[in-house]
């Protein structure tokens, strides 16, 4: 979508801990003007330094944003979106995960659709440098036939009474956390790199009793000609790194011709098929802003897309089969087979 406007006005829903990753990457990007952040705590939105509200509607009304970033929690989408639409905003960005339920996240998509507008799931992994770099060496041909993706998720941030308590205490009380709230990133990621699965299967458990939902488990993607990818996730468990959330784990792409790994640094080296030597594809470095610099990354897509008509990624009706295959893992786990079907949009 091309509204010729040389520069977008964009306003902010949500000051909470993730929303700083945000309001950086905003002010990094010389084509659009931060106009107002709004949070239910008036003093949260304050010290952004932007003109603050504490009710969406007036900010709307107020600020006239052309976008609207919604960095709230996914019980409070569809009612941001909606009244967005009915302000006249016909770009809206949204976190994952993406509103309460599927049937809310349809009824948002349908609402946007009807009004003319653009929504794109902020789902910013696929944004990470490394996913890039690993995308551009499958679509290549670099690696051969891809046979095999894995990645094992290694937080160390869920032992003990204390767990997640320091930054993000809501973990404690997730009735669905590894999956819904973390897992998802790779849903999202494996489809963007191979493709939609035929099937998926999962094994999940708690395993810090002071948490209500699951913390470890495993998830798999069955594709055509036997080519899987398995997701191991454990948040009590570390990996070899300076900073466990730099990359949450280490990851490995394994094809006829060669192997790629990410390296808890963020490196992505490549061993030839049958050789011992690796090559580097992408260097180590000190990255600014989360994971990889991947919330700006995926801003400068969307802001890029709207005023240069690029084609748009995460916009949310696909998105909705992200949806969709989360709630079959959770459906897989607790009947113990695999699910070949994924209902969806």
């Known amino acids: 979508m091309k509204n010729g406007a040389q520069t977008l006005r964009v306003a902010c829903l949500g000051a909470g801990y993730f929303a700083q990753f945000h309001y950086d990457a905003w002010r990094r990007n010389d084509r659009i003007k931060l106009v107002g952040a709004c949070d239910r705590d008036q003093e949260k939105a304050k010290a952004t330094g932007l003109a603050a509200f504490s009710s969406l509607d007036t900010m709307l009304k107020m600020a006239r944003p052309d976008l609207l970033d919604v960095i709230t929690p996914p019980h409070t989408h569809l009612e941001a979106i909606t009244l967005a639409i009915a302000n006249g905003v016909r770009i809206i960005i949204c976190q994952k995960p993406f509103c309460g339920s599927l049937a809310e996240a349809k009824e948002a998509v349908k609402r946007t659709d009807e009004a003319g507008a653009t929504l794109v799931i902020h789902e910013n992994f696929r944004f990470q440098p490394w996913y890039r770099t690993f995308k551009q060496a499958i679509d290549s041909g670099l690696l051969g036939n891809v046979l095999q993706l ?196």
């Open 150 to 345: 894995t990645f094992r998720l290694r937080t160390g941030d869920g032992q003990g009474p204390d767990a997640y308590l320091d930054r993000q205490p809501y973990f404690q009380t997730m009735p669905k956390l590894l999956i819904h709230e973390t897992g998802v990133h790779w849903i999202d990621t494996f489809r963007y790199l191979l493709g939609d699965p035929e099937a998926v299967y999962a094994d999940l458990r708690r395993l810090n009793p002071v948490i209500e939902g699951e913390d470890a488990g495993y998830f798999v993607f069955d594709y055509k000609n036997g080519v899987r990818a398995l997701f191991d996730g454990n948040r009590l468990l570390d990996h070899a790194a300076d900073n466990c959330r730099t990359t949450l784990g280490e990851a490995i792409v394994e094809g006829t011709e060669g192997t790629l790994t990410l390296c808890g640094d963020g490196s992505v080296r490549l061993r030839n098929f049958g050789s011992l030597k690796e090559s580097t594809l992408l260097e180590a470095k000190t990255w600014q802003g989360f994971g990889g610099d991947c919330v700006k990354a995926l801003i400068d897509h969307v802001v890029d897309g709207v005023l240069d008509g690029k084609p748009l990624e995460n916009r949310a009706r696909d998105y909705l089969r992200v949806i969709a295959i989360e709630r079959a893992i959770y459906e897989s786990d607790r009947v113990g087979r695999k699910i070949w079907e994924f209902a969806d949009a």
